[in-house]
């Protein structure tokens, strides 16, 4: 049996059980603290440190961090929060984001973890590098302009569907998702639509064919409420 405990998340007493990370801990007593990389089936990565909370004046990874009785967790303070604004403007400029031209917008976690941060407009230069679209599987595309490198996609297709599909290959701003083929495409990969892999993208990077734009803009998963009040599976493995 299990002996339930509790810290502090700016004030709010959260209950927590034995091995519970501080993000588990949070998101189950309906606290939300910002995350790209993090996906509750998944085990802890702490990539996209958009998570990293306060204690005792250090910053760690709630997704990472177990979660200790009695500490006080700092999850919305202004240099938290700025903190936060700077590594997403970050990632709008070091890929191709167009939102409004996006089949994503609207239940997109990158676009709706902006928003939540104040976060209107990109503050540093763009990239506007120039990344290959893979269109080779018959169900499935991949846009390497909106891949934020969360290896979302990496984590559920080697744990969830033991195929090791996709893989990060490079270092720095030379980083990029690759596919496990010969060829490097998609469609010569083990890739199946019923995998998990084909679920978890965070952002429009991975999408399906044949039926873009199924439900209208205004009417996706975060028009109808801000991403804090979403629950997490259903901000990862929903399509638009």
């Keep these: 049996m299990s002996l339930e405990r509790s810290f502090r998340l700016d004030g709010q007493e959260i209950p927590f059980t034995q091995g519970q990370t501080l993000m588990d801990a949070a998101l189950a007593a309906g606290e939300y603290i910002p995350h ?3 996906n509750p089936v998944l085990a802890p990565h702490g990539s996209c440190r958009l998570c990293v909370v306060g204690i005792k004046g250090r910053y760690v990874s709630a997704c990472t961090q177990p979660a200790v009785a009695g500490i006080e967790v700092d999850n919305s303070s202004a240099q938290l929060i700025g ?3 700077a590594l997403v403007q970050m990632l709008f400029v070091e890929g191709n984001h167009v939102c409004p031209a996006c089949e994503k ?3 997109c976690q990158l676009q709706a973890v902006a928003y939540y941060l104040g976060m209107l407009a990109p503050h540093y230069t763009h990239f506007f590098p120039r990344r290959p679209l893979d269109a080779s599987h018959p169900e499935f595309f991949i846009d390497h302009n909106r891949c934020i490198l969360c290896e979302l996609c990496v984590r559920a297709s080697r744990d969830l569907d033991g195929k090791r599909v996709f893989a990060i ?3 720095g701003t030379g980083s ?3 596919v496990n083929a010969p060829s490097g495409r998609l469609g010569d990969s083990g890739f199946a639509a019923t995998d998990r892999a084909a679920h978890v993208c965070p952002v429009g ?3 399906p064919k044949h039926r873009g734009y199924a439900v209208r803009i205004g009417h996706r998963l975060y028009d109808q409420q801000p991403i804090s009040r979403v629950g ?3 901000a ?3 399509d638009p």
Aim: proline share 0%; aromatic share 4%.
């Design 105 to 107: 917008s609207g239940a």
């Design 36 to 38: 790209l990389c993090h």
């Design 236 to 238: 990862n493995e929903r």
């Design 232 to 234: 997490d599976v259903a």
């Design 83 to 85: 903190y936060r604004r």
């Design 205 to 207: 990077a991975i999408l």
């Design 176 to 178: 990029r998702l690759v």
């Design 169 to 171: 290959a490079g270092r």
